[in-house]
C-alpha cells in the first residue's frame, strides 16, 4: 500500500541551527506515530514541515503522493492540531468550525460542524463565543475544528493539552475511529501513555534527527520509557 | 470540493467582517482618531493665512492615510491571536483568495469610517454639504482601493516583525504617496468648484493606480507568507 504520509530527508535549517535534520519516514493508511522528544527536538518544526507551513531546506514531504507544499489539494487532505487552539475568540464555537468547513469545501458545512462539535462533546456551547469558552473546551473546539472536513494526514501537537479526563477519553476514541477509518496520525506528545494508546508505530526525537522508532504492537510502556530516560536524559510523563 | 477563487475570498472577507462587527474596537478607534485629526489640524491652522475650504481636501486624506494604516494592520493582527492564520494557511484555498478577502473587508472597514468622517469634515470646514459630500465619497472610494491593496499586503509582511506598528508605516506611506496626491489634487479642484476635466487626469491615475496595485499585491502575497 502506498504511504499516505512520508518524508524523505526533510530537513529545515533556522539560520544555522538545524531544527529538523533529514528526517525519513512513511505512513501507510490507517497507521498511527507517536513522536517522542524533550523541548527543541525538532517536533513542531516537522509538523509545520508536514503541513506546509514551512518551506524545507531540503527534502520533501509528500502527501498522498503530492508534495505538502504548493498543492493545495494535498493542503485540503490534512487536519492541524496545534499548541494554539488556531480558533477567532470573537467568534462562537460553530462561527469557527464552520468557517474552517466552508475553507475546506465540505458539503453542507452547518450540519458538518454540528457533527463535529457533537463529536468531541461540546455541541451545547456551540452558540458561545470561544473567549468565554475555558481552554479544555476551547480545545475540543480547536479538534472539531481540524477533523470537519474527514482529513486523511492528522497531525497533532500535544493534542491533549487542556483537556480533562473526559475530554482526553473523547479525543482517544475519535483518534481510534479516525485511524480504522484510514486516517494517518503523527501525534507529538510528552505523555507516554496517551501517545501509546493512539500509536502503531513510537518514535523518539533527538536534535532534529529520529533517534528511534519502534512498532507500539507487544510494547511494553515502562520499557520504552526507560529506552527514552537512556537517549534524551530526561523522564517521560507516564500519565 | 475545494471553494473556487470568489467564493474563498467571500468566505475569507466575511469571516473578517463578522469578527470587526462583534468587536468594533478598530472600527471605533479609527473613527475616533479621524475626528480627532480633524479638530488638530483645524485649531492649528490660522484660518486668515489659509481658508479651512482650502485645507480641507488636504487634511482629510492625511487623517485617510494614517486611519487607513489602522485599520490594514488590524486585519492580519487578529490572525496572530492563538495562531489562527494557520488555519487559513493549511486550508486548500488559494494564498490570493485570502489577501483578497482581506483586502474586500478592509475597503469596506476603511470606506464605513469615510462615510462618518467626510460628512463631519464637511460641516467642520464649512463646505458645501451637497456638493462637497458626493465627490470627496467618490474619491474617497477610489482612493481607499488603492490604500488597502498595498496596506494589505504590507501588514501581512509586517505582522510578524517585534516593530509591526512601526514597520507597516514605514513600507507604505512611500507606496501611499501616489494615490494621496491624486486623490487631494481631483479633492482639491472638485472642492473649488472647478470643471471636472481639470480632474480628470488624477482620477485617471487613480484608477490606474488602483489596478497596478491589485494587481501587483495580488500576486505577491504568497511570496509574503512563506516561512
Redesign the interface.
Known amino acids: 500500500m502506498p504511504p499516505t504520509l512520508e518524508a524523505t530527508g526533510l530537513t529545515r535549517l533556522f539560520g544555522r541551527q538545524r531544527a529538523v535534520d533529514g528526517v525519513t519516514f512513511a505512513l501507510a493508511a490507517g497507521e498511527s506515530m507517536a513522536l517522542f522528544g524533550p523541548n527543541g527536538a525538532g517536533k513542531t518544526t516537522l509538523l509545520?514541515l508536514l503541513?506546509?507551513?514551512?518551506?524545507p531546506t531540503a527534502g520533501s514531504a509528500v502527501i498522498s503522493g503530492s508534495e505538502a507544499r504548493g498543492d493545495?489539494?494535498?493542503?485540503?487532505r490534512?487536519g492541524?492540531i496545534?499548541?494554539?487552539?488556531?480558533?477567532?475568540?470573537?467568534?462562537t464555537a460553530l462561527?469557527n468550525v464552520e468557517?474552517?468547513a466552508?475553507?475546506?469545501?465540505v458539503e453542507s458545512p452547518r450540519e458538518a460542524s454540528l457533527a463535529a462539535l457533537e463529536r468531541m462533546g461540546i455541541a451545547a456551547r456551540q452558540a458561545s463565543?470561544v473567549k468565554t469558552l475555558s481552554r479544555g473546551m476551547q480545545q475540543r473546539v480547536s479538534i472539531a475544528?481540524a477533523i470537519v472536513h474527514s482529513p486523511a494526514v492528522l497531525l497533532l501537537d500535544e493534542p491533549y493539552t487542556g483537556l480533562d479526563a473526559s475530554g482526553a477519553a473523547v479525543l482517544s476514541s475519535m483518534l481510534h475511529e479516525l485511524r480504522r477509518a484510514g486516517a494517518s496520525m503523527l501525534v507529538v506528545t510528552h505523555n507516554v501513555s496517551e501517545g501509546l494508546a493512539v500509536a502503531t508505530h513510537a518514535t523518539v526525537m533527538l536534535g532534529g534527527r529520529f533517534a528511534s522508532t519502534e512498532l507500539v504492537s507487544g510494547m511494553d510502556p515502562a520499557g520504552f520509557a526507560e529506552k527514552y530516560r537512556a537517549l534524551a536524559g530526561v523522564e517521560m510523563a507516564a500519565a | 470540493m475545494r471553494p473556487s477563487l470568489i467564493q474563498a475570498t467571500w468566505i475569507v472577507a466575511r469571516k473578517d467582517l463578522l469578527i470587526e462587527w462583534r468587536t468594533r474596537t478598530a472600527f471605533i478607534s479609527a473613527v475616533v482618531f479621524s475626528m480627532l485629526g480633524l479638530a488638530v489640524f483645524y485649531f492649528a491652522w490660522s484660518p486668515t493665512a489659509v481658508s479651512p475650504a482650502d485645507l480641507a481636501p488636504g487634511v482629510v486624506w492625511v487623517v485617510f492615510t494614517l486611519a487607513a494604516i489602522l485599520a490594514v494592520q488590524r486585519s492580519f493582527s487578529i490572525e496572530l491571536l492563538e495562531r489562527a492564520g494557520d488555519g487559513l494557511l493549511v486550508s486548500p484555498v488559494d494564498r490570493e483568495a485570502i489577501y483578497l478577502g482581506k483586502a474586500i473587508a478592509n475597503i469596506i472597514f476603511v470606506g464605513a469610517i469615510q462615510l462618518v468622517t467626510v460628512p463631519v469634515a464637511a460641516l467642520f470646514y464649512g463646505l458645501p454639504f451637497g456638493e462637497v459630500v458626493p465627490v470627496m465619497l467618490g474619491i474617497g472610494a477610489l482612493a481607499t482601493v488603492g490604500l488597502v491593496a498595498v496596506g494589505t499586503l504590507f501588514a501581512s509582511m509586517a505582522v510578524n516583525t517585534r516593530m509591526a506598528e512601526l514597520l507597516l508605516p514605514l513600507l507604505s506611506l512611500p507606496f501611499f504617496l501616489p494615490i494621496v496626491m491624486a486623490a487631494g489634487q481631483s479633492t482639491q479642484r472638485l472642492v473649488a468648484g472647478r470643471p471636472m476635466s481639470e480632474s480628470i487626469s488624477w482620477l485617471k491615475m487613480l484608477v490606474a493606480f488602483d489596478l497596478v496595485f491589485i494587481v501587483a499585491c495580488t500576486l505577491a502575497f504568497p511570496y509574503t507568507i512563506e516561512e
Do not use: C, I, N
Open positions: 509545520r503541513a506546509g507551513l514551512l518551506r493545495a489539494h494535498v493542503r485540503g490534512v492541524l496545534s499548541h494554539q487552539t488556531m480558533l477567532y475568540p470573537a467568534l462561527e468557517f474552517a466552508r475553507l475546506h469545501g463565543l475544528r
